[in-house]
């Protein structure tokens, strides 16, 4: 039994030993030890600030893309409608423009086709009148060759000159 119940000088130097342990240990070690551990915490404190910080950062900076994306749809649909309205209006003014010139080309037509028409008037006028000439001429000729057809011709257009 001796060996299970510990002799007081085995109790007091282990005593001793520990109390020792304990002062070198609260000296040299557990300074070091609370000075991690509080460094520690305090670098766990600053990394979850600066997470709350980068969410704060990262939900104001969503805001600002989601506001960006608005603005650019907005502007995207203000210049599809200027592009339409724009194109709207071109294709009107070119077909008022082309409407007018086909009016113009039409008219143009016409008073080429009036002067043609015209032209051609005058030149069935001269050969009418030139043929009737020949004719005439042919006519004269025959009855002037008799006296006595000339002289009947005199009478009959004295008696018209005289009526008239």
Do not use: Y
Not at 115 to 126: F, G, H, I, T
Not at 127 to 151: G, M, N
């Amino acid at each position: 039994m001796e060996l299970v119940t510990p002799s007081i000088g085995l109790v007091f130097w282990t005593a001793l030993a520990f109390i020792c342990l304990l002062i070198l240990l609260k000296k040299f070690a557990w300074k070091p030890i609370l000075a991690a551990i509080h460094e520690r915490e305090q670098s766990i404190d600053e990394a979850l600030n600066k997470a709350e910080l980068a969410k704060i950062e990262m939900t104001r900076l969503t805001a600002q893309n989601e506001e960006l994306m608005k603005e650019a749809r907005e502007e995207r649909d203000r210049i599809l409608k200027e592009a339409k309205a724009l194109k709207d209006s071109i294709v009107h003014e070119a077909k008022t423009q082309a409407h007018t010139e086909g009016a113009k080309l039409i008219e143009k037509a016409k008073i080429e086709i009036e002067n043609q028409k015209k032209a051609a008037l005058a030149e069935l006028k001269n050969q009418v009148s030139t043929l009737s000439l020949e004719i005439a001429e042919r006519v004269l000729r025959t009855q002037l060759e008799d006296k006595a057809k000339q002289q009947d011709l005199v009478a009959s257009l004295l008696k018209d000159v005289e009526l008239n």
